[in-house]
């Protein structure tokens, strides 16, 4: 049995111990020999200014736990640190959080993954990393591995936290970072995410290239770094894709119906639209890694009064019929309207693609190419295309013979059509939205 001193003693000691504030965490860089202990690959960076910011900004950022609870955090290095505390005011209304830090690479994202990025219970993670890797010549399948280790982290913390992955973008030789390498990586980090539904895989490498495959000088200050047009295109890009997450964009866009149309989409649900049954292919005799899966529909099936379809690629989300991003890469499908429009018409539709992303509009069964067009063709040479953004697609259908306009400018005026057919909208690579479908009889 105690005594009545000791037990005196250890309650004056743990009452002294509660009094006393914890000890400050410290969020100094790991030495060499103390990185050892760390997960990853690589060795850690070692110049004044990183080991300068890895203390400063995670220090600031450990007390803005509470604050940053649930926001979209962006993660990276120094082109992430670029959008600043503000984002540039470029995703008004969303609560973000930025967790990048120049000069950072992948092992030093995987050892702070937890405290600065896992410890906010994320809503969203938008992710762009690997460039210093190759500049300090960290091979190839090292930086694939600590990107697995990245995946697997966050998943472990939670399956349902969307992932936007960012392909690296393009630079430069003279920056140390060549064409052929960043492609290597860019390919090993699909692999690892093909075929998961968690994370969404952005064309910013495609985005941001020239002729070349380099960084086009367009969008960058000095061949590694966006100017402020590139951080523009960057939040354009990603737009898109919150919207689907339903992080913004939360309200329908209204519109009248002009007179003499009849709507095609209700934006509430997929009434009216549906799957074909498909002819059914043949097995390729040497399947290649990259090839896109075609589905194939055994039967006709509508979706009247689903929001989407069964296998979650079509959506309909705040007045707008989404193309999801496939998980596969691609992923080619079409969605058909139910009727059949067999006299002379006028379609109106608006669309909006992400960077890359590679579509079609059906008209009667033959298929007009919908795409995001700079980068995906065929027509490159469109004036007023938007990037990113609506643009406004009509088809007059008179006879035998379809004429497209976007935005007013001439995609084809020759285009063969069947007496009779359906509308259909074809999803393969990217995200693709369409609004404001409409049909009038002439």
């Known amino acids: ?25 410290s969020f100094e860089l790991p030495s060499p020999d103390e990185e050892k202990n760390f ?16 203390p400063e900004f995670r220090s600031a950022w450990a007390e803005q736990v509470e604050q940053d609870q649930g926001a979209v955090v962006f993660f990276g290095d120094s082109i992430t640190q670029g959008w600043g505390k503000d984002f540039k005011g470029k995703f008004e209304g969303m609560k973000l959080a930025n967790r990048g830090i120049g000069g950072d690479t992948t092992r030093g994202m995987l050892i702070r993954l937890e405290e600065d990025v896992l410890s906010l219970n994320p809503s969203a993670i938008v992710m762009l990393m690997g460039t210093n890797d190759i500049e300090v010549d960290i091979a190839p399948k090292a930086i694939g591995r600590n990107f697995e280790k990245i995946i697997a ?20 030789p003279e920056k140390d970072r060549p064409r052929e390498t960043i492609e290597e990586v860019n390919a090993l ?22 002729g070349e495959g380099n960084a086009d000088p367009a969008w960058f200050k000095d061949l590694l770094h ?36 009849v709507s095609l989409f209700n934006g509430k649900d997929l009434t009216g639209w549906g799957y074909r049954a498909t002819p059914p292919r043949k097995a390729p005799k040497n399947p290649r890694p990259d090839m896109p899966v075609f589905v194939e529909i055994k039967e006709d099936v509508a979706f009247n009064g689903m929001t989407e379809s069964p296998d979650g690629r079509y959506a ?25 429009f067999g006299e ?19 008209i009667r069964k033959p298929q007009l190419q919908c795409r995001d067009y700079p980068l995906a063709g065929p027509y490159f040479e469109l004036q007023n295309y938007k990037p990113q953004d609506w643009n ?49 009889t002439l």
């Open 226 to 261: 966006l100017n402020p047009a590139g951080y523009d295109r960057w939040a354009a890009s990603l737009r898109p894709v919150f919207a689907t997450l339903g992080l913004a964009e939360t309200e329908v866009v209204p519109y009248e119906l002009e007179e003499g149309f």
């Open 153 to 172: 982290a966050i998943k472990a913390h939670s399956a349902e936290t969307p992932i936007i992955l960012c392909r690296m973008f393009p630079s430069s």
């Open 316 to 340: 309909a989300i705040k007045g707008r019929l989404v193309v999801k991003t496939p998980a596969e890469g691609r992923r080619i499908q079409q969605l058909w309207t139910t009727e059949e």
């Open 189 to 210: 980090f699909e692999t690892v995410v093909k075929g998961d539904p968690q994370i969404t895989v952005l064309d910013t490498w495609t985005l941001f290239a020239d």
């Open 392 to 440: 406004e697609l009509v088809v007059t259908v008179k006879g035998a013979i379809a004429h497209a306009t976007c935005n007013g400018e001439l995609l084809t005026d020759d285009m063969e059509v069947p007496a009779t057919g359906p509308i259909g909208l074809e999803g393969d690579r990217g995200q693709m939205e369409y609004r404001h479908l409409r049909l009038k």
């Open 39 to 54: 997960a990853g690959e690589g060795q850690l960076r070692r110049y004044t200014g990183y080991v300068t910011r890895w």
């Open 1 to 25: 049995m105690k005594s009545p001193f000791v037990t005196l003693l250890a309650a004056l000691l743990s009452s002294a111990l509660l009094a006393e504030d914890p000890a400050p965490k």
């Open 344 to 362: 002379d018409f006028i379609l109106k539709l608006e669309f909006r693609a992400t960077p890359n992303a590679d579509s079609g509009v059906f």
